[in-house]
């Protein structure tokens, strides 16, 4: 059946018979005049003057919608159509074309192959010339297993293509295929000028229908999807779907300011308007590394870094957000790797980087992004608090290549029990072999947590072993409690370092949230609670 409507001829009759009245709604609000029904329309000179008190008139210049017609004729040539021949097994372990259940599947162009197959899977993505010699960019995912790769262009001419170097953890890839003349190509723009509000276009291949475009604005930017360490995606509502991904995101400029990566997808079916994009910046970088070596080489600091709730900022002594209700900014150094350049530098446990060259920090993730956008060797400056009070020192950036980084952890939620609710017992080398812990760690075992206390809402788990209170390292359940009695004594918030799965991070409680249940509550200086 074809997609045309089909009206017979009473339903004709019903809407001949509609089109006078429509007609008469018509004249009756246009401005100024009188209806059929003896009805003033209202008009603003008329309104009560109060009516207009607090209104609020827009001065700036009137806009049209913008016409893209021209620069889609630009720019669509250097945009191609990729094919790549997949291996079942990889299909397989990607999903199919949902990725699985995952909340933010890639768009795969492809539907899963029968598990008993073993035939490769055709997928079908996007991407763009960046040089009239032939390099390609498109996404990791549309490439990644790929035994064989072809890529057509918007004229129809089919090139097979080599893959040149893929960064899995920014989900980009370079191609590069021949042609006897020039090839037409664009340019990358800068994604850092792109502003939330902004028109962007979104040209590729979705469901194998190549030239495709599709129109919206940039939502937001800098989101962390949780798809990678270094998710910074430009968040756009232009429809994109399976076989977007890859292609370009252009501004009115004609320049691309992103890659078209992913989108969000509950149902994992097409578009609900919340796509995702690489930002331009990140693009130039990996593929400028691809192009020369094949791989990417990033910057290394060595820190655990975490969140930091605004109890913990208490207890760090942190100055109180610019605007009020705003989380407090920066990341919690949690652990230093040993030998690492943060080490070197001299970063230790509790410091929270606030800067780096001379550009806010405003959480672990954003340390980790710009970090490793830096190229190992240079020196770049830190700024920190320790104690409440701001210093720098300079760094020199090692190669993440060559070191065990460490990872950023989630923040600990904030603390909303009634009271501390732990109890503890030494670190006996039965504990150790239990919890894998080796001879050079110290501190203090957490055997129990009291369900809904606020130990518990704060994060505060069985196993974890508590390795500093307030700075204070302590080696002791008694030394616990005196540290966590002299902080709530002196009504600051308690700051516990702890080690959990041979990872370091803090959680704090609140001193009126300990307070709330300290008169029910038996304090001890034994091997059993600390409250």
Not at 63 to 80: M, N, S
Not at 180 to 206: C, H, T, Y
Request: proline share 7%; hydrophobic share 40%.
């Amino acid at each position: 059946m074809s997609g045309k409507s089909v009206m017979n001829d009473e339903q004709r009759g019903r809407v001949r018979n509609r089109v006078p009245a429509l007609l008469a709604g018509c004249a009756f609000f246009v401005g100024g005049v009188v209806s059929p029904l003896g009805v003033h329309s209202a008009r603003a000179d008329t309104a009560p003057e109060a009516a207009t008190v607090g209104m609020i008139k827009p001065t700036g210049t009137e806009q049209r919608i913008p016409d893209f017609v021209g620069l889609v004729k630009q720019v669509k040539p250097a945009v191609v159509s990729i094919t790549a021949m997949i291996k079942a097994s990889v299909a397989e372990s990607e999903g199919g074309g949902d990725m699985g259940g995952s909340p933010f599947p890639f768009p795969f162009p492809f539907q899963m192959m029968p598990q008993q197959s073993r035939q490769p899977v055709e997928a079908r993505g996007s991407g763009f010339l960046i040089s009239s010699d032939g390099y390609v960019v498109t996404n990791n995912h549309v490439v990644k297993g790929a035994t064989k790769v072809t890529v057509t262009l918007d004229d129809g001419t089919t090139l097979p293509a080599r893959v040149v170097g893929r960064d899995s953890k920014t989900d980009l890839a370079l191609l590069k295929v021949t042609s006897s003349q020039k090839l037409p190509f664009i340019e990358l723009g800068r994604s850092d000028d792109v502003q939330p509000g902004e028109w962007v276009i979104a040209v590729g291949n979705p469901y194998g229908l190549g030239g495709t475009v599709t129109a919206g604005i940039v939502s937001a930017r800098g989101r962390d999807i949780n798809e990678g360490p270094y998710d910074n995606f430009i968040q756009v509502d232009a429809p994109i779907n399976r076989g977007n991904s890859g292609g370009p995101l252009f501004t009115q400029d004609g320049k691309v300011v992103g890659v078209n990566t992913a989108i969000l997808s509950p149902s994992g079916g097409g578009s609900i308007g919340i796509g995702f994009a690489i930002p331009s910046d990140t693009v130039r970088s990996v593929v400028d590394q691809l192009r020369k070596s094949g791989h990417v080489v990033r910057g290394y600091l060595g820190v655990n870094a975490q969140t930091i709730s605004p109890v913990m900022a208490s207890a760090l002594n942190l100055p109180a957000p610019t605007q009020p209700g705003a989380p407090p900014a920066g990341a919690l150094v949690a652990s230093v790797a040993p030998d690492s350049p943060a080490e070197k530098a001299g970063l230790k446990t509790e410091d929270v980087v606030t800067e780096l060259n001379g550009q806010k920090v405003g959480s672990p993730h954003d340390l980790a992004v710009r970090v490793a956008d830096i190229a190992p060797g240079t020196q770049v400056t830190i700024g920190y608090i320790r104690a409440g009070k701001a210093e720098t020192t300079k760094v020199t950036v090692g190669n993440l290549s060559g070191a065990t980084p460490a990872s950023s952890t989630s923040g600990a939620p904030t603390s909303a029990g009634q009271h501390l609710g732990v109890s503890l017992v030494p670190l006996t080398q039965q504990t150790r072999q239990q919890l894998g812990l080796g001879a050079d760690v110290h501190g203090v075992v957490v055997s129990d947590v009291e369900p809904g206390s606020a130990a518990d809402q704060a994060g505060v788990r069985p196993g974890d072993v508590i390795q500093a209170v307030g700075g204070v390292n302590v080696d002791t359940p008694k030394a616990v409690v005196v540290a966590v009695h002299l902080a709530l004594a002196a009504k600051k918030p308690v700051l516990l370092r702890i080690m959990r799965e041979g990872q370091s991070l803090f959680v704090a409680v609140s001193p009126d949230q300990a307070a709330a249940s300290a008169s029910g509550d038996g304090e001890s200086d034994g091997d059993d609670d600390a409250n």
